[in-house]
């Protein structure tokens, strides 16, 4: 099993940079591959963007490209989603997710993902 606890969420207006963690414990050795999902109110969830945890192979949503960018430190079990340019319409419960078994590239359609986070919240005003 992996747990991932998400932190770094809050209220900013829109424009400035926000940057989220998850911290990812138990079998992290097993890790393949890690994401950032967000669901606004009323909405289904989304997928931002994913990397490859040993390649760093990274994926992004039309949406966030050029505007977030997603890292890792593998020492630190840690994932990073450094948002910029924030729009309100940023404004989700950001996930944090994980799987040891599938592709960066299928956390773009979201298949097979096993460890989710709780969620961290953002909130953009304009």
């Known amino acids: 099993q992996v747990q991932l606890v998400e932190s770094g969420g809050g209220t900013v207006q829109a424009g400035v940079s926000l940057r989220l963690s998850c911290v990812a414990s138990?079998?992290?050795?097993?890790?393949?591959?890690a994401g950032w999902f967000r669901q606004a109110p009323g909405k289904d969830r989304e997928f931002v963007a994913s990397?490859?945890?040993?390649?760093?192979?990274?994926y992004y949503a039309n949406s966030v490209k050029g505007r977030f960018t997603i890292s890792k430190d593998n020492a630190k079990n840690t994932v990073y989603l450094q948002m910029n340019s924030l729009k309100p319409e940023d404004t989700a419960v950001y996930y944090c997710?994980?799987?040891?078994?599938?592709?960066?590239?299928?956390?773009?359609?979201?298949?097979?993902?096993?460890?989710w986070g709780k969620g961290t919240l953002v909130t953009v005003s304009s």
């Open positions: 997710a994980a799987d040891s078994a599938i592709s960066p590239y299928s956390f773009t359609r979201q298949l097979g993902i096993n460890y």
């Open positions: 138990g079998r992290t050795f097993s890790i393949g591959a």
């Open positions: 990397i490859g945890w040993g390649g760093g192979t990274t």
